[in-house]
């Protein structure tokens, strides 16, 4: 079992940085590649952005690419969001996510894909 606790989500006006934090616990968390991922009211579960567990390996959405950033940080259990130039339709709850263990660099792009979530952090970008 793997607990996921996010947390830095909050209100921010347009242009504004936000950075979002997701603490690990359980398992090793070294061998799970991670994934956020956020739901805005209305509409379905996106991926937002995923990192492996190893190698360094990312992927964006295109409508964050550029502007976030995903990292990950093995020794302290962390996966972190960095937000730049927050737009209103960011707005939206976001969650993190630990995929099924993986033994290479590999990230996943589907919800599918992760075993573990949660409970979310909301972030709202006022215009």
């Known amino acids: 079992q793997v607990q996921l606790v996010e947390s830095g989500g909050g209100l921010v006006q347009a242009g504004g940085s936000l950075r979002l934090f997701c603490a690990a616990s359980?398992?090793?968390?070294?061998?799970?590649?991670m994934g956020w991922f956020r739901q805005a009211p209305g509409k379905e579960r996106e991926i937002v952005a995923a990192i492996s567990w190893v190698g360094g390996m990312t992927y964006y959405a295109d409508s964050v690419n550029v502007r976030f950033t995903i990292s990950r940080d093995n020794a302290k259990n962390t996966v972190y969001l960095q937000m730049n130039s927050l737009k209103p339709e960011d707005t939206a709850a976001y969650y993190c996510a630990a995929g099924r263990v993986a033994s290479g660099s590999v990230y996943y792009r589907h919800s599918y894909e992760y075993n573990y979530w949660g409970q979310g952090t909301q972030v709202t970008v006022s215009s």
């Open positions: 359980g398992r090793t968390f070294r061998s799970y590649p």
